[in-house]
């Protein structure tokens, strides 16, 4: 598929992107209608002077879930890490008595 033109909707304005696939297409227009329904969510449980401070704190949340996300993700590679170590150590011994 060739870049493709989509227009998506954020706090009641179009935005145009450029997107290479099928697939890009999708995530884009999902990723839209999260914010949608998150600003939503904030604007029913919060008090606000406009949709920018709904579009900060659904940012500020987004961020906070990224850097747990990171982290977790940090903490896996570490974790996959030792467990290659002690593979290793477990195959020499093996090795040895071998």
Do not use: C, W
């Amino acid at each position: 598929m060739r870049d493709q033109l989509i227009s998506v909707i954020i706090a009641e304005r179009p935005y145009r992107l450029t997107v290479g696939s099928e697939s890009e297409e999708e995530t884009f227009r999902e990723a839209a209608k999260l914010v949608e329904e998150k600003m939503k969510s904030y604007a029913s449980n919060y008090a606000f002077r406009d949709k920018q401070d709904l579009l900060a704190m659904v940012n500020l949340q987004f961020a906070v879930e990224f850097l747990r996300l990171h982290d977790t993700l940090k903490g896996q590679e570490e974790i996959k890490g030792k467990l290659k170590e002690v593979d290793h150590l477990l195959d020499k011994m093996l090795a040895d008595k071998g």
